[in-house]
């Protein structure tokens, strides 16, 4: 087994880290097809299977508070292995639920370890990869780990329709089972600045209170939540509005759906050959205004009647394309100068990010059955918060 120290980056990390973060969007995207299959299998409506999406980020949210201090002190690899092991198990109870709150307290437990993928996984790229690249190589793990994404919802709902809801959870357990088997063979330790007293409170807050005194880290912070949660909005309406409204498939909502994981593609492609010349503030800048744009237009389009596949799909492209662009680069400038509060600094933005889109999620999901109109309304919101909050936290100079 794996369990010395990578000191330099590699494709087989590159690999690796990117499995490992693409077990978030894997976790919401596959299974997202059958959401309203869900509402009749137990017998409830939207807004209560929509928790199974919002619950899960509410748990994925504090618990990486809990992983970024524990990798900070103890190292990524310990905490990339326990969390695949709680995920794996939690999969399984998600297989066997027969009402929808076990469901959800399935869910709640599968995100605890599902995000120690994405939290660990930037902590290893500032690890390895160190400042100044890290955020052309968390471009290109974007940009890869959107397979998952692209295609997660079309997998699921193929699986949904020949095998039922639970096959896409039997699927998600297998792939945390490999990815368990890899980690322990293959991973090895990054953190080359372990703190000792990183888990103490008193030290965790002292490291919050610096972080969230940056102007900088705050801007990039709630610039990446809400470019993310514009992106969630869609996630937790666009199966109801899609199937509900046009009448698709579940494989058909799929194919859909990938549209948007094409624009969310094309962003991280774009940022990852123009961060070295252009740089990652104006690359944060470019993306927040055009998200702000294409959002504004879906919801003009939705208030003027023009209710077509191509008035969401069209300005969604847009609105992922701009998340491609806004989130590699806000988390790598965040991360850049915090070499050794990495996993706090990772863990804060990752809470913030997951803990506002669950509320996001919520408010979609409590409005969606009424019509679209909601969902565009909260994308087009939480996209103009992204260029506003840049420009009015993160300072001028500097690039």
């Known amino acids: 087994m794996a369990s010395g120290r990578l000191t330099s980056p590699s494709l087989g990390l590159g690999v690796m880290v990117t499995t490992l973060v693409a077990l978030g969007p894997l976790s919401t995207d596959l299974y997202l097809p059958s959401l309203p299959a869900l509402a009749e299998v137990f017998a409830t409506d939207a807004a209560r299977v929509q928790l199974t999406l919002s619950v899960y980020l509410a748990g994925f949210a504090v618990a990486q508070l809990a992983y970024g201090a524990l990798s900070d002190r103890f190292g990524r690899r310990p905490l990339v292995l326990a969390g695949l092991a709680i995920y794996f198990l939690a999969s399984l109870a998600c297989v066997f639920a027969t009402t929808v709150e076990q469901l959800i307290v399935a869910r709640f437990v599968q995100a605890v370890g599902a995000c120690a993928g994405p939290v660990l996984g930037r902590a290893i790229i500032r690890d390895a990869w160190g400042p100044l690249e890290s955020a052309r190589a968390l471009a290109y793990v974007s940009g890869a780990m959107a397979l998952a994404p692209l295609v997660g919802p079309a997998l699921g709902g193929l699986l949904t329709v020949a095998f039922g809801w639970q096959s896409n959870f039997v699927v998600l357990a297998v792939y945390a089972g490999l990815q368990a088997v890899a980690a322990a063979f293959w991973l090895g330790e990054t953190n080359r600045h372990k703190d000792p007293g990183a888990t103490r409170v008193v030290a965790v807050l002292a490291n919050f209170r610096v972080l969230l005194g940056d102007r900088r880290y705050l801007g990039c912070l709630l ?177």
Not at 242 to 249: E, K, Q, T, V
Not at 263 to 279: D, P
Request: overall charge positive; charged content about 5%; hydrophobic content about 60%.
């Open 223 to 399: 610039g990446l939540s809400f470019s993310y949660s514009a992106l969630f909005a869609f996630i937790s309406g666009s199966s109801f509005v899609l199937i509900g409204r046009f009448a698709l498939s579940p494989a058909a909502f799929g194919l859909c759906f990938s549209s948007a994981v094409a624009g969310y593609i094309a962003g991280t492609q774009l940022a990852s050959q123009l961060v070295r010349r252009l740089g990652s503030d104006r690359l944060m800048v470019a993306g927040g205004w055009l998200g702000a744009l294409a959002g504004s237009a879906m919801l003009a389009l939705e208030l003027a009647g023009l209710h077509t596949l191509a008035a969401v799909l069209a300005p969604m492209f847009l609105v992922a394309a701009s998340v491609g662009l806004v989130m590699p680069m806000a988390g790598a400038r965040a991360l850049a100068p915090y070499p050794q509060m990495a996993g706090a600094a990772s863990a804060l933005m990752g809470f913030s990010q997951m803990a506002i889109a669950a509320v996001v999620g919520m408010a979609v999901g409590h409005g969606v059955a009424a019509g679209a109109t909601v969902m565009a309304a909260t994308v087009a919101a939480c996209t103009v918060l992204v260029p506003l909050c840049y420009m009015l936290l993160v300072p001028r100079n500097g690039r």
